[in-house]
């Protein structure tokens, strides 16, 4: 058995399909299935299962792919630490990211981890969602995601960073938009823009709602905070969304943002296979990250 057969194991597990893989390696159908064949012969029992759609991993496969998940993933870091030392103060640090995570989180933390580490590279994915991110994190060389922090993903570390409040946008002009804050209660029956129905985010701010015995309707539904932002400006709907930093609150222009103190916060930070794996460049961007999000908060 080799660690390619037990990468290509792994990914049949995760895709469900011997063809998919075949296309993801560029190879046959046959050079896969090749590899699982020989994890059989050396273990001595069936790894998967054919069905009329794909494959899906028997008992047996379901714990060989966890333990080769995890070893896998060891086994990546540690080299990746390795090349880091050896490089010394130069590699590259990969971030998955949202859409408009660099302009909102991270832009004071880039200008200042360039001038402090000129010979690193930075890397940023944009993926459309934090379990698109947690996926990413997992099949491939990636360092961090910024997400939504929600329930626990296995070999995947959590690590919070800030708590942003939500907040009502409306345009200028709007009846409510001189609100110095607002009861989720008084927006019951007020139609929303709604954030997309599967992100974490959104689940969380239907959580919140439910301690509270609210429960929001909604008439339009954006991808991100940003397009919400500026259907509520132009007037199109109302959204509710976190006060992300750089905003000002209660907002100027033609934009309106009223606090909704009675809703839980949304907590947002880091995403990683191993805290302490990640090499010293990486940390020390996490670290910058944070550092700025948390001075930000206190201002």
């Known amino acids: 058995m080799t660690l390619d ?3 290509v194991f792994v990914a049949v597990c995760r895709a469900g399909s011997l063809s998919a893989v075949a296309r993801d390696l560029s190879c046959t159908q046959s050079a896969v299935s090749q590899h699982v064949k ?3 012969r050396e273990t001595g029992v069936s790894l998967l299962e054919r069905q009329p759609r794909g494959v899906v991993p028997t008992t047996a496969g379901r714990v060989l792919e966890a333990a080769a998940s ?3 993933v060891g086994l990546e870091l540690a080299l990746r630490r390795l090349r880091d ?4 103060e130069s590699g590259t640090v990969r971030v998955a990211t949202g859409a408009t995570t660099v302009r909102h989180f991270m832009s004071d933390a880039v200008v200042t981890f360039r001038q402090r580490h000129p010979k690193v590279n930075l890397e940023f994915r944009t993926e459309s969602s934090s379990r698109a991110c947690f996926d990413a994190l997992a099949d491939s060389d990636l360092d961090l995601a910024w997400i939504t922090l929600g329930r626990p993903v296995r070999g995947i570390e959590q690590r919070p960073v800030v708590e942003l409040p939500w907040v009502l946008a409306v345009r ?8 110095a804050s607002l009861d989720a209660a008084a927006l019951a029956d007020v139609r929303l823009i709604r954030l997309p129905p599967t992100s974490t985010s959104a689940a969380h ?5 439910a301690d509270l015995g609210v429960r929001f309707s909604f008439d339009t539904s954006v991808a991100d905070w940003d397009t919400a932002l500026l259907l509520a400006e132009l007037g199109v709907g109302r959204a509710v969304v976190p006060a992300l930093p750089g ?3 209660p907002g100027d222009g033609a934009l309106r943002l009223i606090p909704l103190p009675a809703l839980r916060p949304l907590p947002v930070g880091w995403a990683v296979r ?3 794996a990640l090499s010293p460049p990486t940390r020390a961007f996490a670290h910058l990250v944070e550092s700025y999000q948390r001075d930000s908060a206190r201002a």
């Open 70 to 72: 995890e070893g896998l």
């Open 38 to 40: 020989r994890l059989e």
């Open 85 to 88: 030392l050896a490089d010394g």
């Open 5 to 7: 057969d037990l990468r």
């Open 274 to 276: 191993r805290w302490d």
């Open 172 to 179: 200028a002009g709007d009846p409510l938009a001189d609100r």
């Open 247 to 249: 905003l000002s609150v």
């Open 205 to 209: 701010l239907d959580a919140a709602c």
